[in-house]
């Protein structure tokens, strides 16, 4: 694809294009004029995206066009990366913000560019791989705020407690839906350019571009080089491939149409397939389809015949949860489980199959991370500390050595770490004594954290709690709950038999008064044992 643009320069499409029927010199006025009304700096929110690399080249340009005494606030260009972003676009994100910081540096403007990413126990991997997160879904979207909204605002509030009051800057269109555009018109404020954010405190939004269709998008950022050097037609490129071509917009003769795609996560299984993943791949990013296959597999696991398998009967609370009705009105126990994390089983085999593809493809000359080592590290103390299957022999070392053919400097970290030989005997003594192996684990775990402290607060407290839980198969607290539901209903039976005794012959009540009492005890504590197996 030819690299020309319709103007050879940005000051050549000003003077010609009009924008949703506004000529462009009227906006870049707009943008200087609010830019120089006061003294809260600019964020501009920045997904690499057409809409924001469309409004980022919007303000550079009008900051630019503003003489070296007037630049006298700051422009944060703020990116957040989730670490499992589809490759090709992170690339693509990472040079455009080398060349803003670079150019901003040379051209003395008062720019810069951050990448910001999610706390290390955050991490889409420590969650799903760590903890035994499912696989997001439509109903259990857990990924978005915790990996790509949470960094973000924490960069916007930072610069709030810094400055006062922030304006951030958007690409969001209201021709891109209907619930956008309610969105948009919900926080505006009357008689102002600029939107109360929605979460935020202390932050205003501003969308230049909310009246722009998705044509004059394309045709403003393929109008003329980018501001900072360079065109944007590996960008355009990047959408036409991750659409198989299909696109709506013809620039010129020479221009291939491209498509309305969105990119995200390559691990997304919020939808069925991901379109722009597989275009990628017939375009050519063959490499891609080992990504593909890998995130096919985690989608499989979100399917309603498959949750049984793949995940613990019980939650990360160590209790088995129902979604409806009693346990004793139903035989069929699959129905009212609400399933839990991932079993470790599966979880170490994932990390090792997904670290064999980081080490073929970087084997391959292809320099992509899709694991880090400070995820690693985080994972195998989720597994170590795991409140249903804590990993005691410590596996995750082993699994990337296996893999690597070395070892990485792991922190250390002992507690509840058996060797082979003291697993072996631990599990041969829990058979003879019918104890579950994994609550004889979490003890040890529990003694040896406290070990060496001059006081022992709580300790019976935490005792008791991890005895609570639900140990054993889901056959075995199947049964436990019948049992207590039968020995429950029978005990109010008597109650009631002794009850009507009671009324009906005064004579008796003397003699039973004292029975009836500790049997109201006896009872009552039932019941509470009964409330804590249903939980």
Same mark, same amino acid.
């Given at each position: ?40 700096? @600019? ?20 900051? /630019? ?24 676009? !992170? ?19 008062? $720019? ?11 991490? $889409? ?9 499912? /696989? ?66 202390? /932050? ?12 004059? !998008? ?13 065109? +944007? +037609?590996?960008?355009?490129? *990047? ?40 275009? *990628? ?8 389809? =080992?990504?593909?296959? $890998? ?19 019980? =939650? ?15 035989? &069929? ?17 994932? *990390? ?19 694991? +880090? ?9 989720? @597994? ?40 072996? /005997? ?62 429950? +209903? ?15 012959? &005064? ?29």
């Amino acid at each position: 694809m030819s690299e020309a643009t319709l103007f050879a320069s940005q000051d050549e499409m000003l003077a010609e294009q009009s924008f949703a029927g506004r000529p462009l010199p009227d906006l870049i006025a707009e943008l200087q004029s609010l830019y120089l009304e006061d003294d809260r700096p @600019w964020v501009i929110g920045f997904s690499g995206g057409k809409d924001s690399t469309a409004v980022l080249s919007l303000i550079y340009t009008a900051v /630019a066009k503003l003489p070296p005494q007037e630049r006298h606030k700051h422009v944060y260009v703020v990116c957040s990366d989730t670490l499992v972003e589809t490759p090709v676009v !992170v690339d693509l994100i990472s040079t455009t913000l080398e060349q803003i910081n670079t150019r901003a540096e040379e051209e003395g403007l008062p $720019f810069t560019a951050h990448q910001v990413v999610p706390k290390a126990n955050d991490t $889409f991997w420590v969650n799903l791989l760590g903890k035994g997160y499912p /696989a997001p879904t439509q109903s259990f979207r857990w990924c978005t705020e915790r990996m790509k909204i949470d960094p973000v605002s924490s960069f916007i509030l930072d610069k709030v407690t810094r400055h006062g009051e922030v304006i951030v800057v958007l690409g969001a269109r209201s021709q891109e839906s209907a619930s956008r555009a309610q969105v948009i018109a919900k926080h505006k404020v009357d008689g102002s350019l600029l939107s109360k954010h929605s979460s935020l405190p202390g /932050a205003y939004t501003y969308m230049p571009i909310e009246d722009w269709s998705f044509d004059e !998008v394309w045709m403003y950022l393929l109008g003329a080089p980018a501001p900072w050097g360079g065109t +944007h +037609h590996k960008l355009f490129s *990047l959408y036409k491939d991750s659409n198989a071509g299909e696109c709506p917009v013809v620039i010129d003769t020479k221009t291939p149409s491209c498509g309305n795609s969105r990119f995200g996560c390559w691990t997304c299984t919020v939808v069925t397939k991901d379109r722009a993943m597989e275009g *990628l791949i017939e375009s050519g990013e063959l490499w891609m389809k =080992r990504l593909k296959s $890998f995130r096919d597999l985690l989608y499989r696991t979100t399917r309603p015949h498959n949750k049984a398998k793949y995940r613990n009967h019980k =939650r990360r609370t160590g209790k088995v949860q129902y979604a409806r009705g009693q346990i004793d009105d139903d035989t &069929t126990i699959e129905k009212k489980v609400i399933p839990g994390p991932y079993w470790l089983a599966y979880r170490q085999a994932w *990390l090792k199959k997904l670290l064999e593809i980081q080490k073929n493809l970087n084997d391959g000359g292809n320099a992509i991370r899709l694991i +880090h080592e400070d995820e690693l590290k985080h994972i195998r103390l989720e @597994w170590l500390n795991d409140p249903n299957e804590p990993d005691a022999l410590d596996t995750l070392p082993a699994i990337y050595a296996s893999v690597y053919g070395h070892k990485l400097e792991w922190m250390q970290d002992s507690a509840g770490v058996l060797s082979q030989q003291d697993a072996a /005997a631990l599990h041969a003594a829990c058979q003879e004594h019918g104890t579950p192996i994994e609550l004889t684990i979490k003890l040890l775990q529990l003694e040896q954290s406290l070990d060496g402290l001059s006081k022992r607060h709580g300790v019976f407290k935490r005792i008791d709690t991890l005895l609570n839980q639900d140990w054993g198969d889901l056959h075995t607290l199947h049964s436990k709950k019948q049992d207590a539901a039968m020995a429950l +209903h029978s005990m109010h039976e008597a109650k009631s038999q002794i009850q009507d005794l009671f009324q009906e012959d &005064t004579g008796y009540q003397s003699k039973t008064r004292n029975a009836k009492s500790v049997y109201d005890e006896l009872l009552a504590g039932l019941e509470i044992q009964y409330k804590e197996l249903d939980q």
